[in-house]
Antibody
Framework: QVQLVQSGAEVKKPASSVKVSCKAS????????ISWVRQAPGQGLEWMGG????????NYAQKFQGRVTITADESTSTAHMELSSLRSEDTAVYYC??????????WGQGTLVTVSS | DIQMTQSPSSLSASVGDRVTITCRAS??????LNWYQQKPGKAPNLLIY???SLQSGVPPRFSGSGSGTDFTLTISSLQPADFATYYC?????????FGQGTKLEIK
């Protein structure tokens, strides 16, 4: 059974960066597509981007271009999402998900990132 | 970007009711439409992919239909565990986009 375990909650200052990790187990990491989806408090779901670990290439939503970097480390079966120039509107739960043909089949438990001065 | 619009935004229903949620895409997305259930404080859970394919382990009271721009999620007989928020999502092209959600509440 595939499982994704994410890193713990973070509190960050505006203008700083945050890096969230997502460790996969129970499957073949390099063959996955790993996506990141976020959800602001009381709001809907927003796709940020994804990566194919075996290729190392990432695809980002235009909204986050230049601020987000998604990477994957095959040696540890871990994907990372780094978001820079944080502002209060980035306060959200960030999820990683294994993506199959564009649908999000398995999800991590979520990581709350709070941006506050 | 493809806009996804769900209706209704909220819905009150009783255990045993048949419920239908609608999702409309701003352009044709063929059958690249997926449905998720989310409960408070939890990650979304995939119910239906490719418009009508039931994800493994999902009860058969859930079904999906539609193609092109108009899609529906139907729950044939509501159970207590089904009271949650439901999202549609298009996987036709990136950026993948979601509907705003439909909150299903107990009447």
């Amino acid at each position: 059974q595939v499982q994704l375990v994410q890193s713990g909650a973070e509190v960050k200052k505006p203008a700083s960066s945050v890096k969230v990790s997502c460790k996969a187990s129970g499957g073949t990491f390099s063959s996955y597509v790993i996506s990141w989806v976020r959800q602001a408090p009381g709001q809907g779901l927003e796709w940020m981007g994804g990566i194919i670990p075996i290729l190392g290439t990432a695809n980002y939503a235009q909204k986050f271009q230049g601020r987000v970097t998604i990477t994957a480390d095959e040696s540890t079966s871990t994907a990372h999402m780094e978001l820079s120039s944080l502002r209060s509107e980035d306060t959200a739960v960030y999820y990683c998900a294994i993506t199959d043909r564009g649908y999000f089949q398995h999800w991590g438990q979520g990581t709350l990132v709070t941006v506050s001065s | 970007d493809i806009q996804m619009t769900q209706s209704p935004s909220s819905l009150s229903a009783s255990v045993g009711d048949r419920v239908t949620i609608t999702c409309r895409a701003s352009q044709s997305i063929s059958s690249y439409l997926n449905w998720y259930q989310q409960k408070p404080g939890k990650a979304p859970n995939l119910l239906i992919y490719a418009a009508f394919s039931l994800q493994s382990g999902v009860p058969p009271r859930f079904s999906g239909s539609g193609s092109g721009t108009d899609f529906t999620l139907t729950i044939s007989s509501l159970q207590p565990a089904d009271f949650a928020t439901y999202y549609c999502q298009q996987s036709y092209s990136t950026p993948y986009t979601f509907g705003q959600g439909t909150k299903l509440e107990i009447k």
